[in-house]
């Protein structure tokens, strides 16, 4: 969706068990812009029963003593069904230092280090590590990857790692090597290495849309990247901290499940922004939470939530922007009993021109 922000609500009504996996694409029941409702796991097309919600819900409004239709709701699940967890046990840690010292090293950039973590705590689910070459030309060409079982799961960002060819060479024939931080401490081990040919501006073109100079993200992180591209299954030896005063923010797709539980909420709608939030943003979230309430639902909890990792020059910086936060649910004008703030790790895809469905889009 265009501008610097997105809105999705992740839980939606089960009207009827035979229609549990259909997506609402279309949602005039809660018509803010680009809203989406997800039903279980999504596929494309309208649901046939919304213009009945639509019409149950309106004659509520008109017709005192009228009953909403019963609400069932869970959490989706994630992509490939199960979320993904790569960091290793912490009784497992010092073995696997141990044994990472003796491997071939990659250095890996700050942003390297991003999409570590990102794909250790299952945001990329069900990656398990970064893509081979036959999962990366999935994602390139048709946005999406196929599951051992079938199953066809969206994945329309590329999510490699770049090795230069010195490297390429000092790793030789080994099948295991050892990541190393900006730092040189060693954070994670990649198993059964593929290596293969980064084709930079056809993987430009694909996901961007464009070869033209000047995009953001793309000059910083893949026309200066290395000439190879590394596929592995991943083991973070320990979870991936910041010490910038703001990791309590970073929650794991685990972390902020439990967190909706423990709120007891029985809908979730997320909000991504990259700026501080204005009065249009708050007026679309509580908007948002009223529509859900007139919908039936008991506990909608919004899911505030900020971007980090990669930005541009002239965004505004992330210590800022939670500062700024705060303050917005420490005067009420968003309400922090049914709020949650939690920090989503990377911003690459919303600089630059993002594939929806197939299509590219700015934002």
Not at 54 to 60: D, G, I, K, N, V
Not at 196 to 223: C, D
Request: glycine share 8%.
């Amino acid at each position: 969706m265009c501008g610097s922000s997105s809105l999705r609500i992740l839980q939606a009504p089960r009207c009827s068990p035979h229609h549990s996996h259909t997506a609402i694409r279309r949602a005039p029941v809660a018509a803010v812009t680009n809203v989406k409702l997800l039903v279980g796991k999504p596929i494309y097309g309208a649901n046939e029963l919304l213009p009945f919600l639509y019409r149950r819900t309106t004659r509520s409004r008109n017709m005192k003593g009228a009953v909403l239709p019963a609400i069932k709701s869970s959490l989706i699940d994630p992509d490939g069904g199960a979320l993904v967890d790569l960091v290793v046990p912490e009784g497992e840690r010092a073995a696997k230092v141990s044994e990472a010292e003796g491997l071939p090293k990659v250095k890996l950039t700050k942003v390297d280090v991003e999409w570590v973590h990102v794909v250790s705590e299952g945001w990329a689910s069900p990656l398990r590590g970064f893509m081979r070459e036959d999962e990366y030309l999935q994602s390139l060409h048709f946005n999406s990857l196929r599951m051992e079982d079938g199953k066809v799961v969206n994945m329309s960002l590329p999510i490699v790692l770049a090795i230069d060819d010195g490297t390429k060479e000092s790793i030789g024939s080994a099948k295991d090597v050892a990541l190393l931080g900006p730092d040189g401490d060693v954070i994670a081990i990649l198993r059964s290495i593929e290596i293969y040919k980064h084709n930079k501006e056809e993987r430009i073109a694909r996901t961007w849309g464009t070869t033209a100079p000047g995009l953001p993200y793309v000059e910083e992180s893949i026309t200066q990247a290395g000439n190879w591209l590394i596929g592995v299954d991943l083991e973070v030896l320990k979870p991936i901290k910041y010490n910038d005063g703001l990791d309590h923010y970073r929650l794991s797709p685990k972390e902020l499940r439990k967190e909706f539980d423990k709120r007891g909420a029985d809908a979730v709608f997320a909000f991504q922004l990259r700026n501080p939030v204005h009065n249009g943003h708050a007026l679309l979230m509580n908007d948002t939470r009223r529509r859900l309430l007139d919908m039936g639902y008991k506990n909608p909890i919004l899911l505030l939530h900020p971007l980090g990792g990669f930005v541009k020059a002239d965004d505004v910086p992330l210590d800022v922007r939670m500062e700024q936060h705060s303050k917005v649910l420490e005067d009420k004008v968003l309400d922090p009993e049914t709020t949650i703030v939690a920090i989503f790790l990377h911003l690459c895809i919303t600089l630059v021109r993002q594939k929806c469905n197939g299509m590219p889009r700015q934002e």
